[in-house]
């Protein structure tokens, strides 16, 4: 029998991480090791080790629990920051910069991390220039393997969280999705379970570099995620 792969997760109460660990239950093949600053409702059925500490204490854990891989979803939004640059920067860059060197400093060798289509340092976007000066940045830390994955508009449910232009978004999406052609495809919508399913399966790969994947790349690689025994 293969030796169980122990995932990290930080970013759990998000749109993403809460697809990964739904994703999880029943799963023989892997054990995610969650880490967060607050405590997160798990749903039944789930076999996972969540710890809650301050972010300057998550390199204790992975120090204790020795995850193979990690899985970053950590974001926040512009509302959620309370439209102001330093704090949206301290989660979107800082924070996803301290755990990927935490990370490094404790052995683990890959790392999977969510930003967006569209991430450019020449964006006029402040969202995509910050999301592009955290790719690059996660870059210089040494990890053996770095997967980025550049997720489109992601469809799924989130509850309250949606804000009024993105739900309209999203409820247009078969419709705008349709001219987005070209270099515009980055930009179409994704359903946020092939988004978590490529992310699992990415932290299955052991060859060393650096890929970034748009939204073609990550339907691709969530096709070779390996579906449960008994699906």
């Known amino acids: 029998m293969s030796e169980l792969l ?3 997760l930080v970013g759990s109460t998000g749109l993403i991480g809460n697809t990964i660990i739904n994703l999880s239950i029943g799963r023989e093949d892997f054990r995610l090791v969650g880490l967060s600053r607050r405590e997160v409702p798990l ?6 080790e969540m710890f809650v500490a301050d972010p300057a204490h998550w390199g204790e854990v992975f120090e204790a629990v020795r995850p193979k891989a990690l899985i970053c979803a950590l974001g926040t939004t512009w509302r959620q920051a309370g439209e102001d640059e330093t704090a949206f920067r301290a989660v979107d860059h800082d924070l996803v910069l301290e755990t990927a060197r935490a ?6 060798e890959r790392m999977v991390v969510v930003s967006s289509a569209g991430a450019s340092l020449a964006s006029k976007t402040f969202y995509l220039r910050v999301k592009a000066e955290m790719e690059r940045d996660l870059a210089k830390v040494g990890l053996k393997r770095l997967d980025i994955l550049r997720p489109g508009l992601l469809r799924g449910a989130r509850g309250g969280e949606r804000r009024p232009g993105e739900r309209i978004g999203i409820a247009m999406s078969p419709l705008t999705d349709f001219f987005l052609r070209g270099g515009m495809r980055q930009f179409r919508s994704i359903p946020v379970q092939t988004v978590a399913e490529a992310a699992l399966g990415l932290t299955m790969r052991k060859a060393a570099g650096r890929f970034i994947h748009d939204n073609d790349g990550i339907r691709r690689a969530a096709r070779e995620f390996p579906q449960p ?3």
């Open 229 to 231: 025994v008994d699906a």
């Open 6 to 8: 122990r995932i990290g």
């Open 103 to 108: 990370a490094k400093e404790h052995g683990i």
């Open 43 to 48: 749903p039944q059925g789930v076999r996972m």
